[in-house]
């Protein structure tokens, strides 16, 4: 919003002249994004309670020294949606597709995200998987609508193949079944990450710093072909987004570090995940995602080795999935759990990052 009025004065004033800047709009995105997860939090946190009751919102495939947790409220990711969006709003260039894709991403998963927790509050279970997946993948494949369809000038729906210098897949029509599994398994799998205090939301954090990386090297034609990666036009812009996610991910996880104050929910896990997912989309990215957002691909893969061993052999290799789960009950304090994790998403996403240059 403040692109569009105050960019055309630059003419007039020199002064102006800083809101052209992406590392400028970003830096203040991410500020912004800040102040308003903190001021809105404390009355946010307060709404929940008088809304929820005290009600249930620990998930019952939980070890049993989370039930001390009982009457924390749940459904604070719409602090995180609501900053992202107002904040991407305030400071990117709302006629840029690419932004306008993402921020109907995060709003849509982030609504069926809060349709589900509302049901598992009235009535103690979510959504169906059908009802829920259903509903992800619809929202996806209509979302991309926006992107497939532009001209080859502006958009190709290639998938680029990391460490290989121009190397591209053209998937044509299939690209959008392929988008939307990327999209759409991201969004679940960090809605498993999603556990302790702070676990989920702490990667969010590392993954926005990724791909606002990339997306400012991606959309900008020089660094694009210095590096020997794709050049999608207009896909800089996304940098601003992407400092708003980080924004509102630490001004979250200043209530949500252990003892958290109130929990995300599916209003915020689906949501971060298909944001995620769908910037990688729109990056150019999507093989990247597995390094970037490895932790939340361990985590998922965990749980289907737990369930696929369970049917097989009737056995379970881990003590309890997700695997942050198995290491809490082999003894290790979630603070402990938290922290590593967030260092092993670190040291993946700067891994990924490196990539960019082996070419």
């Given at each position: 919003?403040?692109?569009?009025?105050?960019?055309?004065?630059?003419?007039?004033?020199?002064?102006?002249?800083?809101?052209?800047?992406?590392?400028?709009?970003?830096?203040?995105?991410?500020?912004?994004?800040?102040?308003?997860?903190?001021?809105?939090?404390?009355?946010?946190?307060?709404?929940?309670?008088?809304?929820?009751?005290?009600?249930?919102?620990?998930?019952?495939?939980?070890?049993?020294?989370h039930r001390g947790k009982q009457?924390?409220?749940t459904m604070g990711g719409v602090l995180i949606?609501?900053?992202?969006?107002?904040?991407?709003?305030?400071?990117?260039?709302?006629?840029?597709?690419?932004?306008?894709?993402?921020?109907?991403?995060?709003?849509?998963?982030?609504?069926?995200?809060?349709?589900?927790?509302?049901?598992?509050?009235?009535?103690?279970?979510?959504?169906?998987?059908?009802?829920?997946?259903?509903?992800?993948?619809?929202?996806t494949a209509a979302i991309l609508q926006i992107v497939f369809w532009q001209p080859p000038t502006q958009w190709l729906p290639v998938l680029v193949i990391p460490f290989f210098k121009g190397w591209f897949i053209n998937l044509g029509?299939?690209?959008?079944?392929?988008?939307?599994?990327?999209?759409?398994?991201?969004?679940?799998?960090?809605?498993?990450?999603?556990?302790?205090?702070?676990?989920?939301i702490g990667p969010v954090i590392m993954a926005g710093g990724a791909f606002g990386v990339i997306a400012y090297l991606t959309g900008n034609?020089?660094?694009?072909?210095?590096?020997?990666?794709?050049?999608?036009?207009?896909?800089?812009?996304?940098?601003?987004?992407?400092?708003?996610?980080?924004?509102?991910?630490?001004?979250?996880?200043?209530?949500?570090?252990h003892p958290a104050e109130m929990f995300m929910g599916d209003a915020g896990s689906l949501a971060l995940g298909a944001t995620i997912g769908m910037l990688a989309v729109l990056t150019k990215a999507e093989l990247l995602l597995p390094l970037i957002g490895g932790l939340y691909v361990v985590e998922a893969v965990s749980v289907i080795i737990q369930v696929a061993s369970f049917k097989l052999t009737g056995r379970r290799i881990f003590r309890m999935a997700p695997l942050h789960h198995h290491y809490e009950l082999s003894g290790w304090a979630e603070p402990k759990i938290v922290v590593r994790f967030w260092i092993v998403s670190f040291a993946l996403a700067l891994l990924a990052l490196t990539t960019l240059k082996l070419r």
């Open positions: 919003m403040l692109y569009l009025f105050l960019v055309p004065l630059a003419k007039d004033h020199i002064l102006f002249n800083v809101f052209r800047y992406l590392t400028f709009r970003s830096f203040m995105a991410l500020i912004t994004a800040v102040v308003i997860s903190l001021v809105v939090g404390p009355w946010l946190i307060q709404k929940l309670r008088v809304m929820q009751h005290g009600g249930e919102t620990i998930r019952e495939d939980t070890p049993e020294r009457g924390t409220p949606v609501g900053a992202v969006l107002a904040t991407t709003l305030l400071w990117a260039n709302l006629q840029n597709r690419y932004v306008l894709v993402a921020m109907l991403t995060t709003l849509g998963f982030g609504l069926i995200g809060v349709w589900d927790d509302l049901t598992k509050l009235r009535a103690r279970k979510g959504l169906s998987m059908r009802v829920k997946f259903g509903a992800q993948v619809v929202l029509v299939l690209w959008i079944p392929f988008a939307v599994l990327v999209v759409v398994g991201a969004s679940n799998a960090v809605n498993l990450t999603d556990g302790l205090d702070g676990l989920a034609f020089r660094a694009a072909d210095y590096l020997k990666i794709l050049n999608v036009r207009g896909a800089g812009e996304l940098t601003v987004f992407c400092g708003a996610l980080i924004g509102a991910a630490v001004g979250f996880l200043w209530f949500n570090c």
